[in-house]
């Protein structure tokens, strides 16, 4: 099985930054795509951003320009620098991993564990 477990996040004033990490560890061939999702309260599970192993990314509209996300493929890393934060921010932020097990299995979805980020003054 395949465990990730995220850190960073907490409360920020409007226009302040945070850092979200997440690592995965356990059985691991390879892992494709990885990314970040947040959930609102009352609001569907959205992607905030991803990123693929050879570096790729993709953001919604809402993130471009002031969230980055990064990986580090050997340690089975990866990142979100959120800056100019908005209250809109606020939500629970959970990393995302496509990962393959074992050479020739077919990928397999893993969560974080979900991490509350709060925009507030």
């Known amino acids: 099985q395949v465990q990730l477990v995220q850190s960073g996040g907490g409360l920020v004033q409007p226009g302040g930054s945070l850092r979200l990490s997440c690592g995965a560890s356990?059985?691991?061939?390879?892992?494709?795509?990885m990314g970040w999702y947040r959930q609102a309260p009352g609001k569907q599970r959205q992607l905030v951003a991803s990123?693929?192993?050879?570096?790729?990314?993709k953001y919604a509209d809402s993130a471009l320009g002031r969230f980055t996300i990064s990986r580090h493929n050997a340690k089975y890393t990866v990142d979100l620098q959120m800056n100019n934060l908005e209250p809109e921010d606020t939500a629970v932020y959970y990393c995302?991993?496509?990962?393959?097990?074992?050479?020739?299995?077919?990928?397999?979805?893993?969560w974080g564990q979900g991490t509350q980020v709060t925009v507030s003054s």
């Open positions: 356990g059985s691991i061939f390879r892992i494709n795509d």
């Open positions: 990123i693929t192993a050879g570096g790729k990314t």
């Open positions: 995302n991993a496509d990962v393959i097990e074992k050479m020739w299995a077919a990928s397999t979805d893993a």
